[in-house]
């Protein structure tokens, strides 16, 4: 929508409306084979009725529109996902176990028959994770074909979903770390059987991102171009996966920076047309930050050996910083109208970086702490491709 000669504005919103459900199912056997009976669901579980709205503007500081402002802003809320319910359903079976039995032949001693969905439990009232999004952004004109960003982007999310223990009854100790610091942590009071681990907002649980991205562009002339960006940015917050967060020992010295958390990303591109052989030669670069992790040691507890956190992730733990260069060349060697044949050589890893993905130990007093879990980077490789285009 257009205001005068310089302003231009963008409104949106957008409606959802998620139901879960668990269903009736078809029993099988042993042997995945249906049986011809039919196992009940638990139903209507809980419904999701959320108003989303965007809202974007542009607008010409100067009349030639050289320079111009943009900024935006607007919320979005994650789906349903099975995952958070799909372990309730009546027909997940009970796992049992049993020793064998010479005197039968068979394993018909009956150890223990444990049913997985026990200990397990749905807030119905489950609200739906969101998170607002805000930005904002000047561009200028250097000179023709060349421009230059700066944009400033800021993210918040709350309602994540987690899962918290609500049979469990926990007390507090003071751990000694063989280093001779001390540590709290929450020893479980009562039996394993008492613990109920609910699927629910997590409190406390949240994700905050501000960064700074800056960009130089070269669009296409006299046979080239070329971009480069920067992005300077920290990513912040609590956040739990899978079955963490069932034990309040996970939660400790949990907030800090999150897995993604990179706060320094180069990114490069540019390519070439050499006259008279049409030869294109590309490249890319990307050099960025290594993920933080956080410095752990394992506590002997009632509930187990479990991997506390003796430190936030604060980055002064960070796996390596990555370096990856790209180059390619390639010519087209036929064409006719829209049919052509094009060979190219990709160089991937060109300076052949050796980082890690991931480390082997997060335990402080481990010999392999912070070293690598064997995740590397793929090796310096050489891609020949021929493409055909009818």
Do not use: C
């Amino acid at each position: 929508m257009m205001i005068g000669d310089r302003l231009t504005l963008s409104l949106g919103a957008r409606f959802d409306r998620m139901h879960a459900k668990s269903p009736d199912g078809r029993a099988i056997d042993d042997r995945a084979e249906y049986t011809g009976a039919m196992i009940a669901g638990l139903g209507d579980l809980f419904t999701w009725t959320t108003f989303a709205p965007r809202l974007g503007f542009n607008v010409k500081l100067s009349k030639s529109g050289k320079i111009t402002v943009r900024g935006n802003y607007g919320r979005a809320y994650r789906a349903i996902s099975t995952g958070d319910f799909v372990g309730l359903h009546p027909g997940v079976s009970a796992s049992t176990l049993a020793r064998y039995d010479p005197t039968t032949g068979r394993y018909s001693t009956i150890i223990s028959v444990t049913d997985p969905r026990s200990n397990i439990a749905l807030d119905r009232d489950l609200q739906a994770p969101f998170t607002d999004q805000f930005s904002i952004g000047f561009d200028r004109e250097l000179m023709a074909n060349l421009g230059v960003d700066v944009t400033y982007v800021h993210k918040y999310g709350e309602n994540q979903v987690g899962q918290t223990d609500v049979g469990g009854v926990y007390g507090t100790q003071v751990a000694t770390l063989p280093d001779g610091r001390t540590l709290t942590v929450f020893p479980r009071l009562n039996s394993a059987s008492a613990q109920r681990f609910l699927t629910t907002n997590g409190p406390g649980l949240f994700n905050k991102y501000d960064g700074l991205v800056i960009g130089l562009n070269k669009r296409p002339s006299n046979r080239w171009l070329a971009s480069a960006w920067y992005t300077y940015s920290r990513s912040h917050g609590l956040i739990t996966t899978g079955t963490a967060g069932r034990d309040p020992n996970d939660l400790t010295n949990a907030t800090g920076r999150l897995s993604t958390d990179r706060p320094h990303i180069f990114s490069g591109s540019g390519s070439y047309e050499v006259p008279v052989i049409d030869l294109r030669v590309s490249a890319s670069l990307m050099a960025l930050s290594g993920t933080p992790f956080a410095p752990q040691a394992l506590i002997s507890l009632p509930q187990g050996r479990r991997a506390v956190n003796i430190a936030p992730p604060d980055g002064t733990f960070r796996i390596p910083a990555q370096k990856l260069l790209f180059v390619r060349v390639s010519k087209v060697l036929f064409r006719d109208g829209d049919r052509r044949l094009e060979v190219s050589a990709e160089l991937a890893n060109a300076l052949q970086d050796e980082g890690y993905q991931g480390v082997a130990s997060q335990d402080f007093f481990a010999t392999n702490f912070g070293q690598s879990a064997g995740n590397y980077i793929q090796p310096r490789r050489l891609i020949l491709l021929a493409k055909t285009y009818f």
